[in-house]
Structures are given as structure tokens and as C-alpha cells.
């Protein structure tokens, strides 16, 4: 079962113009959201988080938004700028003692046209 | 650099052999993650190391997989017997969970992973 959904394999955006990056998640005991972004033949960087107590999270050009009650978070890049051209993906986590292991969407391809 | 390092890079190896990789974390960080990724796929959980222990194996982790962390320090992953199904990117990640805290928000960094190709 897939805990983790990014539901749009890619997404094409204007340079300079909003990037909107969505997820979904069933799990109700993640309560620690990641956002990643990866290159090709590179491993992925992490880029900002989110934990359930917030429903935003801002680090620069960054926001991260969460809504819990529709167990929905979503990525928000502004201005986008061509070197954002990657595979980005969302995971989520629990953050009490244990694994804590990450449990990630399937990835959104983003290019930045010029 | 201090980031993680993942060697090799790369890895072409016939099915039925035996290949080991090898990642080393940052230096403080007592947690050691493997993942692994398939085309089209996010990274899937794998098994993780709290210092040395091995705490957790995944389901995905057959008995031809076996990971150590001696000394608590790198880590090495192998696949004994390798089949064309084991063909993916092998991540590794590191992070500091302090103990005593009974919640902890897991930052976990990455290394660049190693690409197995089973031909």
C-alpha cells in the first residue's frame, strides 16, 4: 500500500513563476513531513520539513503547508528558477523512538522553462 | 567533505555473484539508514543502524541481504547470489537522534548513492 502519494509524475512551470508541489499520505501517525530534492545519479538533498504541530514552514524560496486534516501537504517554490529543474519527493515520518524511517511518494519530475 | 560517501558509485556484476557496498556517514551521526530505489520509484526503506545495532530489517531485505556497522562507524551492505530483480540504486543515510528524547524529528542526509546493475 502506498502511505506516500505524489500524484503528478511532473509538473512544467515558467521561470520566475510559482512551482506548486503536491502530496497525499493514509498514514494519521506520520506526524513529520520531509521534502527532498534530487538530481540524476545524485542521492537526495534534503530541502525543508514540517512537523504536524505547524501548518507552514517558510526557508527562503521555500513552503511547505500541511493540512492534516486532509492529510495533504504541498511544496510551494517562489520564484522558480531553472537550477530547480529536479525530481522532487515528499516523505513522511513518526517521530517518536524507533525507526523513524522515511516512507516516500513516488517523486514529481519539475522543469523550469527559461 | 563531510557529507555521506557511498563507494562504489557504480557496480556491473552477472546474476549469481556476490557484491558489497560500502557507506561511511557523518562523522557524529549515530543513525545509518539503507534504502533502495527502483526506476520510477521513491527510495524504500531498507534497514537501519542505531550506532552499531541493527534494528530494523524491512521485508524487502531478503536472506541474501545482510548489512553491518561495525564499530558503529561505516557501514557495508551485501547481496549474496545477485538477481536481476536487485538491479536499483542503493542509498545510504545519516542521522543524529539524541537519546533520552522521546520524540526526535529525523533529518536524515543522504549519501549519492551506489547503482547496481545485475546483467
Known amino acids: 500500500d502506498q502511505q506516500v502519494k505524489q500524484n503528478s509524475p511532473s509538473l512544467s512551470v515558467q521561470e520566475g513563476r510559482i512551482s506548486i508541489l503536491n502530496c497525499d499520505y493514509t498514514?494519521?501517525?506520520?506526524?513529520?513531513f520531509l521534502w527532498y530534492k534530487k538530481y540524476p545519479a545524485e542521492g537526495p538533498t534534503f530541502l525543508i520539513s514540517i512537523s504536524s504541530i505547524k501548518d507552514k514552514n517558510e526557508d527562503g524560496r521555500f513552503t511547505v503547508f500541511l493540512n492534516k486534516s486532509a492529510k495533504h501537504l504541498s511544496l510551494h517554490i517562489v520564484p522558480s528558477q531553472p537550477g530547480d529543474s529536479a525530481v522532487y519527493f515528499c516523505a513522511a515520518s513518526h517521530s517518536y523512538q524507533g525507526a523513524q524511517k522515511l516512507v516516500f511518494g513516488q517523486g514529481t519530475r519539475l522543469t523550469i522553462n527559461p | 567533505d563531510t557529507g555521506v560517501s557511498q563507494d562504489p558509485r557504480h557496480k556491473i556484476t552477472k546474476r549469481g555473484q556476490n557484491v558489497t557496498f560500502r557507506c561511511d556517514p557523518i562523522?557524529?551521526?549515530?543513525?545509518l539508514y539503507w534504502y533502495r530505489q527502483t526506476l520510477g520509484q521513491g527510495p524504500e526503506f531498507l534497514t537501519y543502524f542505531q550506532n552499531e545495532a541493527q534494528l530494523e530489517k524491512s521485508r524487502l531485505l531478503s536472506d541474501r541481504f545482510s548489512a553491518e556497522r561495525p564499530k558503529g562507524s561505516f557501514s557495508t551492505l551485501e547481496i549474496q547470489r545477485t538477481e536481476q530483480g536487485d538491479s536499483a540504486m542503493y542509498l545510504c543515510?545519516?542521522?543524529?537522534?539524541?537519546?533520552?528524547?522521546?520524540?526526535?524529528?529525523?533529518?536524515?542526509?543522504f549519501g549519492p548513492g551506489t547503482r547496481l546493475t545485475v546483467l
Open positions: 498514514n494519521s501517525m506520520f506526524d513529520y
Open positions: 562523522s557524529e551521526h549515530n543513525r
Open positions: 543515510a545519516s542521522s543524529l537522534v539524541l537519546a533520552g528524547y522521546r520524540r526526535s524529528y529525523n533529518e536524515q542526509f
